[in-house]
């Protein structure tokens, strides 16, 4: 993913002296689809991540990192941003929110190399996050509810993005009979991370060290959260049952799932596909140049989805589950 929002290296060295930091270097990464991310380097030699927000405003960004400090307090695997010698929370560049986090060393596993045993580890980390829904302030509904997802397709269309128009046209229906799927059944619904792809957690010698980026964290059903995690980890060219029922049962044993949130899996499993199908035609499909293919195809997502229609992975509930 290209970058956003470029920054010199002096705007990083005033933005860094906000918070008692002699930047030397920065360095972009490429890393993630909606920020503009970098790596900072002191001349003391030590590194740090910084983040310029770009869709999220500072109210959107000091509630992600004021819950993020509540996790960690609960003993959730997070990583807080340092903190600023001033009042303001995060600094400010161009009008965007900027915050600057230690650099915490661990690798992020490829899709090849996603065992049983991370699957497990991951649910029980998922769970922590669900589990911590009373103790701290709930977050809004976030900025990816069924309706802000129709208003991005329908930007899709009156930019006469015809290529897309058969698929999004599939995508508006299956909302509309998802969305009423998720009234009828109602599952519990508290903090949810929303985005917990395999590039938001860090591994060190087999275990998890830290789950990421927080940025889309919001209020929502459990089951649409583990349902994103399930279809971010387990699914190669198809879903594989026993990554799915190892992160189901390692979720489970810390946080049981009910009988009622057990018959929304799928539900929720659907919406998650379309919640990523469709922000994957705004967010790259649409900002691919002509004759490139995009880094994230969105037709990815409509594969999981029609797996998950299927029942590819109807009997890893009852496998995992009980």
Not at 62 to 69: D, F, I
Not at 142 to 151: A, H, K, Q, T, Y
């Amino acid at each position: 993913m290209a970058l956003l929002t470029p920054l010199s290296i002096a705007d990083a060295r005033r933005l860094g002296a906000e918070l008692g930091l002699d930047v030397a270097a920065i360095e972009p990464l490429t890393a993630g689809s909606v920020n503009s991310n970098f790596a900072l380097r002191t001349a003391d030699g030590a590194r740090y991540f910084a983040r310029l927000y770009e869709e999220q405003g500072r109210e959107g960004a000091l509630a992600e990192l004021s819950l993020v400090r509540a996790l960690s307090g609960l003993g959730v695997p997070v990583v807080e941003s340092l903190p600023r010698q001033d009042t303001a929370g995060v600094g400010d560049f161009e009008g965007k929110p900027f915050a600057v986090f230690p650099w915490v060393d661990g690798e992020i596993v490829c899709q090849g190399r996603v065992t049983e045993d991370a699957c497990h580890k991951l649910g029980a980390a998922l769970a922590r996050v669900h589990l911590a829904t009373p103790r701290v302030v709930r977050p809004s509904e976030g900025r990816f509810r069924i309706d802000d997802l129709r208003e991005r397709l329908q930007r899709v269309e009156a930019g006469q993005h015809r290529a897309y128009f058969a698929d999004v046209a599939r995508i508006r229906e299956r909302l509309s009979y998802y969305e009423q799927a998720r009234r009828r059944l109602s599952p519990a619904r508290g903090v949810i991370h929303s985005d917990l792809f395999r590039d938001n957690v860090l591994w060190r010698e087999g275990e998890l060290v830290a789950l990421l980026d927080f940025e889309s964290v919001c209020e929502g059903p459990f089951a649409y959260d583990v349902m994103v995690t399930v279809s971010a980890w387990c699914f190669g060219s198809a879903f594989e049952p026993k990554l799915v029922e190892a992160l189901l049962a390692g979720y489970h044993r810390l946080r049981p799932i009910t009988a009622d949130e057990r018959e929304a899996l799928k539900v929720e499993g659907a919406i998650g596909c379309l919640r990523f199908a469709t922000t994957r035609i705004t967010d790259f499909s649409l900002r691919t140049p002509a004759g490139q293919a995009p880094v994230r195809d969105y037709r990815r997502f409509l594969g999981r989805l029609d797996a998950i229609e299927g029942g590819a992975i109807d009997g890893c509930f009852e496998r995992a589950l009980g």
